[in-house]
């Protein structure tokens, strides 16, 4: 396996295996039991065994050879220059549909990087084509039986693919569907649907031939395409109608019925923006499998509504006193409103006050909370009460920062907004105690109201 890269350590974990054999920052990891490494999913898989043969490569170019025995999967402790130990494959598509190609010009370069790679996609839940996987990356997958590998379908018409993808291969990469379901490889499956592409008689083709792949296909979802104002040049996508949603709907709790009739899963999934569009209630928790599509928008609603509400039983109440702004994006909206009228009920000293944001950014169009950005906060909130603290959902931000999508710092936004802010993880616990002004301890036990401190 032929990979350029070297891969040197920049991190060994205290206590680890790695610091016992005196591993430092600056060697380099030449191979694993004779096997050269070529990315992250190598090294991890290789470094399961119980018995390790591993090579290091010290900066002077001496050589050491270190015999291991450890327990199974049990980790050595080497963290790496790349985080990936590869480097990331972009996309060779050009959808139609594509988000990144509706961005506007000016922001940071990582924002308009277009993976599809699937080794990101068993490390991150990304969605992939398949159009990237050579037969290399076929080899790894079914060598190491990686699952769930996701897939995004968008129809299951090889032609139409074709089209919707930009790619003269992308029908012919459906056959190593086949491949990895005779692999016994778990799969999850999207379709990004497109107003009078791949809706109608091509969704009801798509789901019928998608079934045959059960119950490796553990389930597929059926989401809106994004549309946002920055389409100039692109295809024409229309925007979906109510009336159409409601197709839509009827469409998959059709098939929802019949399949877990005849399977015991109901399989196709409607995200969020569907019903909110069709003005119909969200379907109750169990149609959604064990929430297996929450990262694609399906189910977070109904999930948020279920622990929220738990949250609320639990509790008995008291005379706290204090007042907190939220901010969300108008998709969720009428979902955070009722999960904080319900709180006050037993808090009855707790103001809350909701702020639907409308994307001007992006456009109206986009209306869920993770594609809000620091101006249109602003923008909306620089004249209003906010109370003792403004708190914000954590999908507005990348894990571990606290930048927004137009580069405007969570810091600059409490300073023009002379406000304190917190990030809301998405769990209704996490949404109950924010809402409280409560810190949980590790465990996740609740602690004593903070104190929300002036900004400096």
């Known amino acids: 396996m032929k990979n350029k890269k ?9 206590g680890s295996i790695a610091e016992e054999l005196e591993i430092s920052p600056g ?20 470094c399961n065994e119980e018995e390790l043969l591993v090579l290091i490569r010290k900066p002077d170019g001496e050589e050491w050879e270190l015999e291991i ?33 509706q961005m506007p010009p000016g922001m940071r370069k990582t924002l308009y990087f277009k993976d599809d790679d699937t080794r990101l996609s068993f490390l991150q839940g990304n969605y992939v084509t398949l159009t990237n996987i050579g037969e290399m990356d076929m080899e790894q ?6 699952s769930p590998i996701n897939i995004s379908f968008q129809t299951m018409n090889p032609q139409l693919r074709c089209k919707m993808l930009g790619n003269r291969f992308a029908g012919e990469a459906l056959k190593k569907v086949d491949r990895l379901a005779e692999a016994g490889i778990e799969m999850n499956g999207q379709i990004v649907l497109c107003k009078g592409v791949n809706d109608g008689e091509e969704l009801e083709y798509s789901i019928r031939q998608l079934t045959r792949y059960l119950p490796y296909l553990r389930s597929v979802s059926v989401v809106p395409v994004g549309l946002t104002r920055f389409r100039e040049g692109l295809y024409p996508l229309e925007p979906f109608t109510k009336e159409d949603a ?33 003005e119909e209630e969200l379907p109750p928790e169990e149609t959604y499998d064990g929430y297996l599509q929450l990262e694609n928008g399906v189910g977070m ?35 955070i409103r009722r999960a904080a009228e319900a709180l006050v009920q037993k808090y009855p000293g707790v103001s809350v006050q909701v702020y639907p944001v409308k994307n001007e950014f992006f456009g109206e169009r986009i209306t869920v909370s993770g594609l809000l950005t620091g101006q249109d906060i602003i923008r909306a909130l620089r004249d209003k009460p906010l109370g003792d ?21 969570l810091k600059e936004l409490e300073e023009t907004l002379q406000t304190k802010a917190c990030i809301v993880k998405s769990g209704g616990k996490d949404f109950v105690h924010a809402v409280l002004l409560e810190e949980q301890d590790e465990e996740g036990k609740t602690a004593q109201p903070y104190e929300v401190k002036d900004i400096e």
């Open 6 to 14: 070297k891969h040197i350590v920049s991190r060994v974990l205290e």
């Open 27 to 46: 060697d380099e990891l030449v191979s694993i039991n004779g096997q050269r490494i070529r990315d992250i999913l190598d090294y991890r898989y290789l």
């Open 69 to 101: 025995e450890k327990e199974f999967e049990e980790d050595l402790g080497l963290e790496f220059e790349n985080d990936f130990m590869d480097d990331y494959h972009s996309c060779r598509n050009r959808c139609i549909f594509c988000f990144i190609d």
């Open 141 to 146: 997958i079914l060598r190491y039986h990686l």
């Open 246 to 278: 409601r197709a839509v709907l009827g469409t998959i709790h059709r098939w929802q019925e019949k399949l877990y009739r005849e399977h015991g899963t109901h399989f196709i999934h409607a995200g969020d923006e569907w019903y909110l569009l069709a």
């Open 301 to 335: 609603l109904r999930l948020f509504q279920e622990e929220t509400t738990q949250a609320i039983q639990e509790r008995t109440g008291d005379a706290r006193s204090h007042s907190v702004s939220l901010v969300t994006g108008l998709l969720a909206a009428p979902y």
């Open 389 to 409: 603290a403004l708190l914000l959902p954590c999908s507005m931000f990348k894990s571990g920062e606290t930048v927004f999508l137009d580069d405007i710092t």
